[in-house]
């Protein structure tokens, strides 16, 4: 059986650390013990050291600096500081620090190798904003991944997963659009190929493409059935305990 993953993006959320607490206890109550599936919850950084200790879920960062140990970089979190916190996987490249925070996919793909050479597993974040034009998304796509992927060793590329996350179908922008499961599994296989031919099949062979985009309990099984999918990144339900871990669970079981 192949591993699966759902990983849990809380954005900017919750309010207060008291908040988050709580949401932490929640989830590790609710989430069953599961045959194949990690489960990663990723909080805001201030958050982090709140979420240690729980064995139901792994922690992961939004983000990590390329830079580090210590250092004269104001606001950055290097991978040094969230090792030590327990992260053991980090996001890079999410489609909200590209638009924000204006992350290249130069910026990415130093953030990538960073955080594949300290031994962490990565989570290379792509995805079109508009699903048409549809020549145009795929243009888009295809150097999102060359450039992001670039330069990864073997070795590297072992603990790579990319998460296909279409921007449309966000759900606090797609006003109700949800990708259909079938296009995300063409654009996995797309988003493999790409992989192919920038680093060669021994390499690309092994990283899950994972999906985001408004997931939800009901859709999980959906999106995972035929196994084109190699996970989850989910978050708005994130930080509803009982609907995230109905979504750990139907994707243990689909
Ligand atoms: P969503 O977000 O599940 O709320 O659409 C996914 C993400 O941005 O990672």
New binding site residues.
């Given amino acids: 059986m192949r591993e699966r993953y759902v990983i849990g993006?809380w954005?900017m959320n919750p309010v207060s650390a008291r908040a988050a607490r709580r949401l932490f206890v929640a989830l590790s109550r609710r989430l069953p013990r599961l045959k194949r599936t990690t489960v990663v919850v990723a909080p805001p950084f201030p958050y982090l050291a709140l979420g240690k200790g729980f064995s139901r879920f792994t922690l992961g960062g939004q983000d990590a600096f390329y830079f580090g140990p210590g250092g004269a970089y104001t606001g950055e979190v290097s991978l040094e500081m969230l090792a030590d916190l327990g992260v053991r996987l980090v996001i890079v490249g999410?489609s909200?620090r590209r638009e924000y925070v204006g992350e290249t996919n130069e910026v990415v793909n130093k953030k990538l190798k960073a955080v594949l050479a300290s031994g962490m597993k990565a989570v290379l974040c792509v995805g079109e904003r508009e699903r048409e034009p549809r020549e145009a998304a795929l243009i888009f796509l295809k150097r999102q991944v060359e450039e992001g992927v670039r330069g990864l060793t073997r070795s590297q590329c072992a603990r790579l997963l990319v998460a296909y996350?279409p921007v449309w179908a966000?759900?606090?922008r797609s006003g109700g659009r949800v990708a259909p499961p079938e296009h995300a599994f063409r654009m996995a296989l797309y988003i493999r190929k790409i992989i192919t031919t920038t680093l060669g099949s021994a390499r690309a062979s092994s990283v899950p493409v994972l999906y985001?985009?408004?997931?939800s309990a009901a859709s999980t099984a959906d999106f995972l059935r035929d196994g084109w999918l190699g996970g989850l990144?989910?978050?708005?339900?994130s930080l509803d305990p009982k609907e995230f871990a109905l979504i750990c669970l139907a994707a243990d079981h689909a």
């Fill in positions: 993006n954005k999410h909200e996350e966000l759900s606090l985001g985009g408004s997931v990144l989910v978050g708005g339900k």
